[in-house]
């Protein structure tokens, strides 16, 4: 019979491509300007991924600083999660990650959910952990979504940028991941989109096959930010109660960086001060999978976050899905008997 177990992060990491494009750059290739991206949106530049790096070089190296900092090894790691929609390879990165690690023991599996896939990678995660299954698991978020961006349409290309973020999970006697909520609503599909579009190509006789490519990112932005501004409050609201936690008690509001406006709205539905949301939207942009995790790192290593420190994070977006998870940071090491 399989003994449940506790959940805590011990470790974090992040890492960003060199290249920074500033909003003054890019109203050379598009109709825009620094006041009108900053007014909006609240980013004033974004990192982008050369031609020549790869999602697994960045996610690399941002695990082996979430590693360092857990107080373990590679070959520790029990199960890679690679929370991500821009893989080096279609069938998956995560395995070429665990290989550039040397992670020789751990189980490695790509998780699709956008921009809420650190959140539902963090709860997929403690599922494994809390039943006694793994001990150590590695989470990251990363993503290059400029491979995916039209650098002609304004409305998009201001947005995104290229990151990676990751962070050591492990199993301790309390639990430190105090309350969850996951969502989906697959009829709001079509408001955030980098579909397929198929072009018939003709086999033999009647039979055809599609053959075609994926297009540029498209968004309903004024659908995406009235469902965040709903969406995201209420599901925090019901991670809280499930933690048994008043919004009073939160030290730290670390949502998906999207829109510096989103993060304002919500943050005055829940009644949280301004000095208690973390932002870094402003020179990351809008990193998917990897803006949660990214915006952890930073503000663990800046001394922002301590240790006890309770979180509410939250990730929306693609899908549409939506979630929240209460974790308390924590970097006191597990009991090795675990």
């Known amino acids: 019979m399989l003994q449940n177990f506790g959940v805590a992060i011990t470790g974090s990491g992040s890492a960003v491509p060199t290249n920074s494009l500033s909003n003054q750059v890019l109203s050379q290739l598009v109709e825009t300007s620094d006041e009108w991206i900053a007014t909006r949106t609240g980013i004033r530049s974004r990192r982008l991924a050369a031609a020549n790096d790869s999602l697994q070089a960045i996610a690399t190296q941002a695990s082996l600083q979430a590693i360092v900092m857990a107080g373990i090894t590679p070959p520790d790691i029990d199960l890679i999660i690679l929370a991500t929609s821009t893989p080096d390879d279609l069938f998956g990165s995560a395995c070429q990650i665990q ?3 040397g992670a020789t023991q751990a189980v490695a599996f790509d998780m699709t959910a956008a921009c809420s896939g650190f959140v539902f990678g963090l709860v997929t995660a403690a599922q494994y952990i809390r039943t006694g299954v793994y001990q150590n ?10 491979r995916w961006v039209d650098w002609e349409d304004r409305r998009t290309c201001v947005l995104f940028g290229d990151g990676a973020g990751a962070v050591v999970m ?3 006697k309390r639990d430190r991941l105090l309350g969850f909520e996951l969502k989906s609503d697959g009829t ?30 498209t968004m309903n932005g004024k659908e995406v930010y009235r469902f965040a501004v709903q969406r995201v409050p209420e599901v925090i609201d019901k991670a809280l109660f499930r933690a048994n936690l008043k919004v009073e008690q939160i030290d730290w509001l670390l949502l998906h960086q999207a829109n510096q406006r989103i993060l304002d709205a919500v943050a005055e539905r829940l009644h949280i001060p301004n000095h208690k949301v973390i932002s870094n939207l402003a020179y990351h942009g809008n ?16 001394g922002k976050i301590k240790p006890g420190d309770i979180i509410a994070t939250s990730g929306f977006g ?10 308390e940071w924590g970097t006191d090491k597990p009991d090795p008997n675990y």
Request: with cysteine; proline share 7%.
């Open 99 to 101: 290989a550039a690690l």
């Open 188 to 217: 709001q599909n079509q408001c955030l989109n980098l579909a397929y579009s198929p072009q018939p190509q003709p086999l033999i006789n009647e039979i055809d096959v599609a053959k075609g490519n994926y297009q540029p990112i």
């Open 287 to 302: 990193t998917s999978a990897a803006s949660i995790p990214l915006a952890l790192d930073e503000a663990v290593r800046a």
């Open 318 to 327: 693609a899908g549409l899905t939506w979630g929240a998870a209460i974790f």
């Open 170 to 172: 492990q199993a301790t």
């Open 137 to 146: 698991i590695l989470l990251i978020g990363a993503d290059i979504l400029s």
